[in-house]
């Protein structure tokens, strides 16, 4: 399967996911008290460093767009990253750790490269940045500097980092900590959307 044609099956998708995103609650304005509970919450998440989350991924660059079901398992450094495109039935999984990334499903054989964000945009052109999105997934800052606003039950919601902003318009309360339904992370005309049915963390 082609790149090109890997993404022209995923992108009638893609709308589905779009609709599933609920518009973000306005946010408040951060307090220190609020920026040391979410330390806290980040030092609870860091603890928890095997998970899991089942859902929607959603990927845009204002030209091309794809979509699927997504499983992905994460365990510390370690991925599997699940992506099942509902239009052809193919299904292609990225693997690996923060040395090496494995692409499967998309070729006859499987290609590897170096991470798992470069490879990602070299064979299905998506531009995700996975390395982050292991943190932002979880409503949690990536290493680096960050700014962050909370909703009015003191939770993110907004994560610019890195030239990225990153919404939460939705959180699973049932998990301590809360954990996110809905993330929308956006740069400039790229756009990365997770809309989550099921956390395992």
Do not use: N
Not at 89 to 107: H, I, M, Y
Not at 154 to 176: F, H, N, R, T
């Amino acid at each position: 399967m082609t790149r090109a044609s890997s993404r022209l099956a995923l992108a009638a998708a893609f709308a589905l996911l779009a609709g599933c995103v609920a518009a973000p609650t306005r946010p408040v304005v951060a307090t220190s008290g609020m920026l040391d509970a979410q330390t806290g919450r980040e030092r609870a998440l860091a603890a928890h460093t095997r998970w899991s989350l089942e859902g929607r991924l959603g990927v845009s660059d204002g030209h091309d767009s794809g979509s699927g079901s997504l499983q992905w398992e994460q365990d510390g450094a370690t991925f599997r990253f699940t992506v099942h495109a509902p239009v052809t039935g193919k299904t292609w999984v990225l693997s690996g750790d923060a040395q090496r990334a494995r692409l499967e499903g998309l070729r006859d054989e499987p290609v590897e490269g170096g991470d798992a964000a470069s490879l990602l945009r070299r064979e299905v052109g998506w531009q995700v940045p996975f390395a982050q999105l292991v943190d932002w997934a979880r409503a949690a800052r990536a290493p680096g500097e960050a700014q962050v606003q909370f909703d009015a039950q003191g939770l993110p919601a907004q994560i610019e980092q890195d030239g990225w902003i990153v919404k939460y318009s939705d959180y699973d309360m049932a998990q301590s900590p809360p954990l996110p339904r809905r993330v929308f992370a956006s740069r400039g005309e790229q756009r990365v959307r997770l809309a989550i049915r099921d956390w395992q963390p």
